[in-house]
């Protein structure tokens, strides 16, 4: 979500739009800091179970569950993964956040699917929100990565380094995770 923040505020959006981007951005902020106000690690533990357990059980259920199902039954996977993604991203209500969450919602759909269990997706559903809700409880912020001496969001460098090292962690991990799931029918990989 960080490297998107920067290609729309540097390069995609217009100067005119940034103002209404930064007001969405600021209402988002306090409606977190609002609902999300962890002041005790007893606080930190309820909205732990509130944001990341209880959405990576039951959106996973729903959408991976009863929406990809459905999907599978009648259409090409890779069109089944995408749309599920996409839907998954709309349920947000977050325009800001559309691209990278359709893509966390096609990721767990192929997880779904290659290791044929739920179990994959709401492990990776509830390590993501609780990655969130432990930066909101630590510094405050959704943010992992420090701002830049204006202090408008990471430096280009901050997001270079932990992009490449995060990209070669996740594809490390899904290599693994290929590799012990190994699909019994080869014909199930052709329908992609």
Not at 7 to 34: H, M
Not at 43 to 52: D, G, Q, T, Y
Not at 104 to 115: C, K, M, S
């Amino acid at each position: 979500m960080e490297a998107q923040q920067f290609l729309l505020r540097n390069y995609i959006l217009p100067e005119s739009v940034l103002p209404l981007l930064d007001k969405f951005e600021d209402l988002l902020q306090e409606l977190y800091g609002t609902l999300l106000g962890m002041h005790s690690p007893l606080e930190a533990l309820f909205v732990w179970l509130v944001v990341a357990v209880t959405p990576g059980i039951c959106e996973e259920v729903l959408f991976r569950g009863s929406v990809q199902w459905s999907f599978e039954k009648g259409m090409r996977l890779r069109w089944a993964f995408l749309l599920n993604g996409a839907i998954f991203s709309m349920f947000h209500l977050n325009p800001v956040t559309f691209v990278p969450l359709a893509l966390l919602g096609t990721y767990f759909a192929v997880i779904t699917w290659r290791g044929a269990s739920l179990g994959y997706a709401v492990t990776g559903h509830v390590v993501n929100n609780s990655i969130a809700v432990l930066a909101l409880y630590v510094f405050e912020t959704e943010s992992l990565l420090p701002a830049d001496a204006a202090g408008a969001g990471p430096s280009p460098a901050a997001l270079a380094v932990t992009g490449t090292v995060a990209m070669a962690v996740f594809i490390a991990s899904l290599l693994l995770f290929w590799q012990l799931t190994a699909r019994k029918d080869a014909e199930s990989t052709n329908e992609l």
